[in-house]
């Protein structure tokens, strides 16, 4: 008998209720000590009795003006029987008690109802959450929850306005990695403004100046609307923002006029100028492009096409430039790699290529050179110095600016001889100077008017010490002489000095260093074809020497043996003057890089290289198309 009850009762505990713990009672049980009556409970985990409640809906008992494409959420007050969370439990109807089809889905305590269509205009709809919802413990709900809210009316609302915009519409200087955001007057139908990638035809959408359209990704959040560019913007461009007439607010009212707005990025400016060229001059852009404009009979444009440009032409293939220098003839630009490509004449090899055959645009590197760290393009011959403080350099040895101990022409870089400690390079028309790492310069070359600086007039084809200098910090060679910035701001001039170019108040040639008259703060300096200019530590800047096409800038054409201020200049960041005399003595001009991204040039315009469309002679600096 004891036996069938125990069982009795075992059966009743597997399959008994889930609220309440079954009670189990022992008759005459070998421990029972006190009566049939005597009860038990079984200890373990804490039983869950309590009923779960709504803690949270959205929208709200009571709201109004509830967009018709709104989902609806419940939020438990545990984690729930998600078997429970069903279309049969949680249910939608209208005012007229007709049910409304959707899908109901469950995650973290909340449940989404999600209607199958949109709802209605200017009604009202009752959800109802029914007790056959239950929690993991299987506890439902104590009670039906019912709430209800109204939708919006379609012609009550006004149509949506664009508040505001960024970039602002007419703005310039504008980053290349801007977002674009439209803040909205209200909120807004979501599915009006995203697309993961927006082209032509879509509701928001941005185009460059020539109508192309911009690939991004637009999101939408607290009526911002933001698009992101796939990849950055390019530079000096207008774009162009246009939103549709198709987007609408949470009401589906749409916007009532087609929104645009343009806005232009930073300017492609040049951050470096050379016009060390006969004819021609070149700039370096913030892009890494460079640009060129002017004489182009053997293709020192690099443009490809060998015509004169009147106005600066990108040069064909470079991207990634860091500097630019441009020669007699021909032009050289430092890659960011560390190469460096040339093009242009190459009548003496001095693109470096192994050849002797001019090229009108850049083609391959100059042979065996990948650690170039800075690139100088003289008259017939080109020079680099290296990340080892070496020098190279390639192109006419006739008077042996080479440097290699020979008078043969190279058209691959050689070695200059005994230098290992250089820290600048600068190559003139037939001579070339480096200041070393001890502030002590060297030169070799041609030296027929003294621009070696060794006391003599005699060609050297190894280089030879600057005599007296050893606190340089900069030099620069011109046609046929030379001159360096001290570390005391003061400038020293050595050479040829028909025309008064080495500023000592004379013109009497020099085979050693003199004192340029009246110059104590310089920064630097830019030697010529017979003149020499200097930018001063107050920006302005300071020429002296030849001046028949007006090249001094102090709108004259008096020749000057000692420095007069260039007219009008007072924000200059760098100078470089014209120092090849090829055509006849026409490279005679100047130019200034100034602070604002702007250039200047004063002088002979013979062939356009000013890049203003025209040519002539301007005795005060002008602004050129750079």
Not at 539 to 552: D, E, H, M, V
Request: hydrophobic share 25%; with cysteine.
């Amino acid at each position: 008998m004891k036996t069938s009850i125990v069982t009795l009762f075992i059966l009743i505990l597997l399959s008994g209720c889930k609220d309440t713990p079954p009670v189990v009672s022992y008759e005459n049980s070998p421990t029972d000590t006190s009566s049939s009556d005597n009860q038990t409970t079984p200890t373990g985990s804490t039983t869950d009795n309590s009923s779960p409640t709504v803690s949270a809906i959205s929208p709200p008992s009571g709201a109004t003006n509830i967009s018709a494409s709104s989902d609806i959420t419940i939020t438990f007050s545990e984690d729930m029987d998600s078997s429970t969370i069903n279309t049969t439990n949680i249910t939608m109807v209208d005012n007229a008690s007709n049910s409304i089809n959707g899908a109901v889905t469950y995650s973290s305590k909340v449940a989404t109802f999600n209607p199958s269509s949109d709802l209605n205009w200017s009604t009202t709809y009752t959800m109802t959450v029914s007790t056959g919802v239950k929690d993991i413990a299987g506890n439902a709900l104590s009670s039906n929850y019912s709430w209800s809210f109204t939708t919006a009316s379609s012609n009550s609302t006004v149509r949506p306005t664009v508040a505001s915009i960024s970039p602002a519409g007419g703005s310039d200087n504008i980053s290349l990695t801007a977002n674009i955001t439209i803040t909205f007057s209200e909120a807004m139908d979501n599915s009006t403004i995203t697309t993961s990638n927006t082209l032509n035809g879509t509701n928001i959408s941005l185009k460059d100046s020539s109508g192309n359209s911009i690939q991004g990704a637009i999101t939408y959040s607290n009526n911002v609307a933001t698009f992101n560019p796939s990849s950055n913007l390019s530079y000096s461009t207008t774009y162009t923002i246009d939103i549709s007439t198709s987007v609408a607010n949470s009401s589906g009212n749409y916007l009532g006029i087609p929104y645009s707005r343009s806005f232009t990025t930073v300017l492609n400016t040049p951050t470096s100028i050379s016009a060390k060229g006969a004819n021609h001059i070149c700039a370096r852009y913030i892009d890494g492009t460079i640009k060129c404009s002017g004489s182009n009979s053997t293709g020192q444009l690099g443009d490809g096409t060998g015509v004169e440009k009147l106005s600066p032409v990108n040069v064909y293939g470079i991207s990634n430039a860091t500097a630019v220098s441009a020669g007699g003839y021909h032009s050289c630009s430092l890659l960011s790699d560390n190469t460096i490509k040339c093009w242009g004449s190459n009548s003496n090899g001095q693109l470096g290529n192994g050849s002797t055959t001019s090229n009108y645009s850049p083609q391959t590197v100059v042979s065996g050179i990948s650690n170039a760290t800075a690139v100088s393009a003289g008259g017939y011959h080109s020079c680099a110095l290296l990340s080892d403080n070496t020098i190279k350099c390639w192109g006419s040895n006739n008077g042996g600016p080479l440097g290699d101990g020979s008078t043969t022409q190279r058209t691959t870089p050689v070695s200059v001889s005994g230098i290992s400690n250089a820290t600048a390079v600068s190559t003139g028309n037939s001579h070339t100077c480096a200041v070393l790492s001890d502030n002590t310069v060297k030169c070799w070359g041609n030296n027929g008017n003294g621009q070696l600086g060794d006391g003599s007039t005699t060609q050297r084809t190894t280089p030879v010490s600057v005599s007296g200098i050893s606190n340089a910090t900069a030099v620069s060679t011109g046609n046929s002489h030379t001159c360096a910035v001290l570390s005391d701001n003061t400038v020293k001039c050595w050479g040829n000095n028909g025309n008064g170019q080495l500023g000592d108040g004379s013109t009497t040639q020099r085979t050693t260093p003199v004192s340029v008259s009246g110059i104590s703060n310089a920064t630097a300096v830019s030697t010529g074809n017979y003149y020499t200019c200097a930018v001063l530590s107050d920006n302005t800047i300071k020429c002296w020497g030849y001046n028949y096409y007006g090249q001094l800038g102090d709108n004259s054409t008096t020749n000057r043996s000692t420095p007069v201020t260039v007219s009008g200049v007072s924000t200059s960041s760098t100078i470089s003057v014209s120092k090849t005399g090829g055509g006849g003595g026409s490279s005679y001009f100047s130019c200034s890089l100034l602070s604002n991204s702007t250039v200047q040039c004063w002088g002979r315009n013979e062939s356009g290289g000013f890049g203003n469309y025209g040519k002539g002679t301007y005795y005060v600096p002008t602004t050129t198309g750079f």
